[in-house]
Nanobody
């Protein structure tokens, strides 16, 4: 089984910072693109940022200049450094990763973490 375990969520004041992490474990052959998504009650899941195995990143316009996504392939871990946080950043943040579990020529398939709550409030 493959698991994605997230940590780092919590309550922070506007303008503050928070660092999320996501570690993959289990029967993993390789990990392709990883990303962070977020969701607020009543809204659809929103892409926050993605990162390729070689470090190419993509950000939603709403977080550009404030969030930084990174990954450590050896540790099978992805991070999201969030700065200058705003109340509208409040959401459940989900880790996503496309993972291959065998050396057989199959596609990487998506896996999701359990989500971690980020609340930005004074």
């Amino acid at each position: 089984q493959v698991q994605l375990v997230e940590s780092g969520g919590g309550l922070v004041q506007p303008g503050g910072s928070l660092r999320l992490s996501c570690t993959a474990s289990g029967n993993i052959f390789s990990i392709d693109v990883m990303g962070w998504y977020r969701q607020t009650p009543g809204k659809q899941r929103e892409l926050v940022a993605t990162i390729t195995p070689t470090g190419t990143t993509n950000y939603a316009d709403s977080v550009k200049g404030r969030f930084t996504i990174s990954r450590d392939n050896a540790k099978k871990t992805m991070y999201l450094q969030m700065s200058s946080l705003k109340p509208e950043d409040t959401a459940v943040y989900y880790c996503n990763a496309f993972i291959r579990t065998t050396s057989q020529p199959i596609r990487h398939t998506p896996y999701w973490g359990q989500g971690t709550q980020v609340t930005v409030s004074s």
